[in-house]
């Protein structure tokens, strides 16, 4: 991966944007969460085939895969989880969202960018937790965020020069706490925009990084596009294929979601400690 000129990446985020804002001001609830599951899937299934095509696929990888999974839908069919799964999963792909930002910019890991993903993630968690369970702690989570993010403008500004994903990160932690106390949106929308927006994002920043490679950027088109087929098609069967509902009905996609975070992060060099069959070699992430 590399980072993109600031012209790509503007389209980029500029197009995700719009895009996700488009589908929650315009969509309700439901038909928000329908499509964020349907382009979920296909996001899941391209990220998995570049996974594999740059060799991270590996038996170590699969097997780990099919301990974790059986554990989380095992644990699903014994116990529930109930509400607390979409804030649970909401929660963990809020630090998705706002690591992988950095990542596509190659940025490092610093102790500023850290204090304020805590101000980021933590205030969406506890807004999912009002909307979804009911329960509401806005006010000393939001106190607190906010010594948060004043202690990582104080860093940032010792750690100049700021990029650009500095920026933006300290504009949107500090404007949508405010945004989301004033509109109080379904959990449907909390969800479906930061989802729909990273999905979108990593499209448009593989894309841009293939400029060079016509040829590669045209196959990258044609996986997008089959992949998601494959979803919308299976989708379209799902009433007279009644096992596809463990891919589409949302809380299995959920349990998807997690899985697909956790192997997005897995290290190229990291060994499974309950398994220990060799390493993972490196791949593709999103």
Same mark, same amino acid.
């Given at each position: 991966?590399?980072?993109?000129?600031?012209?790509?990446?503007?389209?980029?985020?500029?197009?995700?944007?719009?895009?996700?804002?488009?589908?929650?001001?315009?969509?309700?609830?439901? #038909?928000?969460?329908?499509?964020?599951?349907?382009?979920?899937?296909?996001?899941?299934?391209?990220?998995?085939?570049?996974?594999?095509?740059?060799?991270?696929?590996?038996?170590?990888?699969?097997?780990?895969?099919?301990?974790?999974?059986?554990?989380?839908?095992?644990?699903?069919?014994?116990?529930?989880?109930?509400?607390?799964?979409?804030?649970?999963?909401?929660?963990?792909?809020?630090?998705?969202?706002?690591?992988?930002?950095?990542?596509?910019?190659?940025?490092?890991?610093?102790?500023?960018?850290?204090?304020?993903?805590?101000?980021?993630?933590?205030?969406?968690?506890?807004?999912?937790?009002?909307?979804?369970?009911?329960?509401?702690?806005?006010?000393?989570?939001?106190? @607190?965020?906010?010594?948060?993010?004043?202690?990582?403008?104080?860093?940032?500004?010792?750690?100049?020069?700021?990029?650009?994903?500095?920026?933006?990160?300290?504009?949107?932690?500090?404007?949508?706490?405010?945004?989301?106390?004033?509109?109080?949106?379904?959990?449907?929308?909390?969800?479906?925009?930061?989802?729909?927006?990273?999905?979108?994002?990593?499209?448009?920043?593989?894309?841009?990084?293939?400029?060079? #490679?016509?040829?590669?950027?045209?196959?990258?088109?044609?996986?997008?596009?089959?992949? #998601?087929?494959?979803?919308?098609?299976?989708?379209?069967?799902?009433?007279?294929?009644?096992?596809?509902?463990?891919?589409?009905?949302? #809380?299995?996609?959920?349990?998807?979601?997690?899985?697909?975070? @956790?192997?997005?992060?897995?290290?190229?060099?990291?060994?499974?400690?309950?398994?220990?069959?060799?390493?993972?070699?490196?791949?593709?992430?999103?």
């Amino acid at each position: 991966m590399r980072a993109l000129s600031y012209r790509q990446d503007g389209i980029g985020f500029l197009a995700s944007f719009s895009l996700a804002a488009l589908a929650v001001s315009f969509l309700s609830p439901q #038909n928000t969460l329908y499509l964020f599951i349907l382009f979920g899937q296909g996001h899941f299934l391209v990220t998995y085939f570049y996974q594999w095509r740059g060799g991270k696929v590996t038996s170590t990888y699969l097997f780990s895969y099919l301990i974790l999974a059986l554990l989380l839908f095992g644990g699903y069919v014994l116990f529930g989880f109930g509400e607390w799964l979409i804030v649970f999963t909401g929660t963990l792909f809020a630090v998705h969202f706002f690591v992988d930002e950095f990542r596509m910019a190659r940025l490092p890991f610093s102790i500023a960018r850290g204090l304020l993903g805590v101000a980021f993630v933590v205030p969406y968690g506890a807004f999912l937790v009002r909307s979804v369970v009911g329960f509401d702690a806005l006010t000393p989570v939001l106190t @607190i965020s906010s010594i948060y993010l004043c202690a990582s403008i104080v860093l940032l500004f010792y750690q100049r020069p700021w990029s650009r994903v500095d920026i933006v990160a300290l504009i949107a932690t500090a404007l949508t706490p405010l945004f989301l106390l004033q509109v109080s949106p379904a959990p449907e929308y909390l969800l479906g925009f930061i989802i729909l927006f990273h999905y979108v994002r990593w499209y448009f920043y593989y894309f841009f990084c293939l400029n060079d #490679n016509p040829l590669r950027r045209r196959a990258y088109l044609w996986h997008v596009g089959v992949f #998601n087929i494959i979803v919308f098609y299976s989708d379209i069967h799902l009433l007279s294929v009644p096992f596809l509902g463990y891919f589409f009905y949302a #809380n299995f996609f959920y349990l998807w979601t997690i899985l697909h975070i @956790i192997f997005s992060y897995m290290p190229s060099s990291a060994r499974i400690p309950f398994i220990g069959l060799g390493r993972f070699r490196e791949g593709v992430s999103a």
